[in-house]
């Protein structure tokens, strides 16, 4: 497989397969392909629907395989930011945002990631759950906004605003504290907790949520009477 990223802030992936070569993605997703591509939709079996459907996602996903000759298929950001390749080999897992995953190749599993201090989850703006990437493939991500990648040594933390972690590689560690002080927790702007991510690992840090968005521009939207 063969691929290009193009566009700025609204980006899409355009690939290109071999004969039987097949793409995963979530349901929706595809914004064009050429005539030879079969689609198949799948569900994966009752308990990975469970698990798409406990973290927001579509509940089917759909299997894209170019047929009789070389195929090409694209797919779209659906919010202004960035569209990022990775390889996923075993033992190299990620976990993203549940909105993160666009497309993989054949040999992807996205599964559900429950976060151990049920704490993180109820308060934390990443959500009690999220998605896992593992298997063996390259995987595309969507992410708000620009995006910063951080390397964290062990026992190295990095603070993070409730919302902006994209990503993180399996063996980082993550929870959520409050802020300090009752003046800074109201009269701050920042909220009551912040994301902390400790090292070893890797983290992706997005430059512009969709609900930090959201916020700044609800007072404009004019309400109906």
């Known amino acids: 497989m063969k691929f290009s990223i193009e566009g700025d802030s609204l980006p899409v992936v355009i690939c290109q397969l071999d004969n039987g070569e097949t793409m995963i993605t979530e349901s929706g997703a595809m914004s064009w392909m050429s ?13 990975k629907m469970f698990g798409r459907a406990l973290s927001g996602e579509s509940l089917f996903l759909n299997r894209y395989t170019a047929m009789n000759g070389e195929g090409l298929i694209a797919f779209s950001s659906s919010f ?12 190299q897992a990620l976990i993203v945002q549940k909105t993160a995953f ?7 599993e996205l599964s559900t990631y429950m976060q151990r201090k049920l704490s993180t989850g109820l308060v934390g703006g990443e959500g ?3 998605q896992k990437i593992t298997g063996n493939g390259v995987v ?3 992410f708000d906004g620009y995006v ?6 062990p026992g190295q933390e990095m603070i993070i605003d409730t919302g902006y972690l994209a990503a993180m590689t399996e063996s980082c560690s993550m929870e959520i504290r409050t802020v300090k002080g009752i003046k800074n927790k109201l009269l701050g702007g920042e909220g009551f907790f912040n994301t902390v991510v400790r090292g070893p690992g890797r983290i992706w840090i997005q430059s512009m949520p969709v609900y930090q968005v959201a916020s700044v521009i609800s007072p404009y939207i004019p309400t109906g009477k």
């Open 35 to 47: 005539a030879n591509m079969n689609m198949e939709t799948t569900s994966g079996g009752i308990g």
């Open 140 to 142: 595309f991500l969507e």
């Open 102 to 108: 666009l497309a993989g190749t054949e040999g992807i």
């Open 148 to 153: 910063k990648e951080y390397d964290l040594q």
């Open 80 to 91: 202004p930011g960035s569209i990022k390749p990775y390889q996923i080999a075993p033992g």
């Open 128 to 130: 009690f759950i999220m």
